[in-house]
């Protein structure tokens, strides 16, 4: 018994240091995009393959106090033969990708190194870091779902631990009546020419609202039931309206203000 004891206790402090790795490891970065941080099982959801709108542009930050190799790998690619996307990370680009592979390529030397407190972006315009599909899916039907994962790798390119998930969608089917009914809220319309927008809420959500250049311009906490949103100081433009609903989700619809 004793022995058995022992042995429960020994697996219970391997456990706990475990975490306390992962926990350590997480801490050395943190991504930012234009639709806000991108965190832990993120889900960015689009309903159009115009670019900028559905073109997800990323920042990766070095928390720690030493350089950090970083990596980005497909772990899954659904509805899609990966040719209609596009990946580009530290000023690498490549206009088709492969479900297991990662970015950049290992010959380039497979990673992107981010000085100590520093912040890699990739650059200006198309060579910054994003990802963004381009076409409907193999199925037109049926959304176009892909896992992405920063990898944090060491010098050799192989993986010191796979920090961070997150998945891009391109669901057609969204529109204005469709919107995100699984999801909890619906964007009630997306041409405002009065100075409202109206967001329908099943529970507790917030909004923030992006113009086309990532820069945060409005945000406000959703209650139960229809939000009126005075928006009447946003000029006549195309926005990104991001929500976040009480179980983390994370949905992107397109408005214009006219």
């Not at 889900?43 to 190799?69: G, M, Q, R």
């Not at 380039?108 to 599909?133: C, K, L, M, R, Y």
């Amino acid at each position: 018994m004793r022995k058995e004891k022992t042995m429960k206790k020994t697996l219970s402090l391997w456990v706990a240091l475990f975490f306390a790795i992962i926990a350590v490891a997480q801490s050395n970065f943190h991504v930012t995009s234009n639709f806000g941080d991108i965190e832990e099982g993120t889900v960015l959801e689009f309903n159009t393959t115009d670019k900028p709108e559905s073109s997800v542009n990323f920042t990766i930050h070095n928390n720690a106090e030493f350089p950090i190799n970083m990596r980005l790998k497909v772990v899954s690619i659904e509805n899609s033969d990966g040719d209609p996307f596009e990946a580009c990370l530290g000023g690498m680009c490549y206009y088709k990708i492969v479900e297991g592979a990662t970015y950049p390529y290992p010959s380039e030397p497979g990673f992107e190194t981010i000085g100590p407190g520093e912040a890699n972006s990739g650059g200006e315009g198309d060579q910054a870091n994003h990802v963004w599909n381009s076409e409907e899916g193999i199925d037109p039907d049926e959304p176009v779902v892909v896992e992405f994962a920063f990898q944090r790798v060491d010098d050799s390119g192989s993986v010191v631990l796979e920090e961070l998930n997150f998945t891009y969608t391109y669901a057609p089917e969204l529109s204005v009546d469709g919107f995100d009914k699984h999801f909890g809220v619906q964007i009630q319309n997306t041409s405002i020419n009065n100075g409202e927008l109206n967001i329908n809420a099943e529970t507790p959500a917030t909004m923030e609202i992006y113009n086309l250049l990532g820069q945060q311009v409005k945000t406000s906490k959703l209650t139960a039931g229809m939000n009126t949103l005075d928006i009447a100081d946003l000029s006549a433009q195309i926005y990104l309206v991001r929500i976040q609903n009480g179980k983390g989700e994370l949905k992107t619809q397109k408005i214009v203000v006219q």
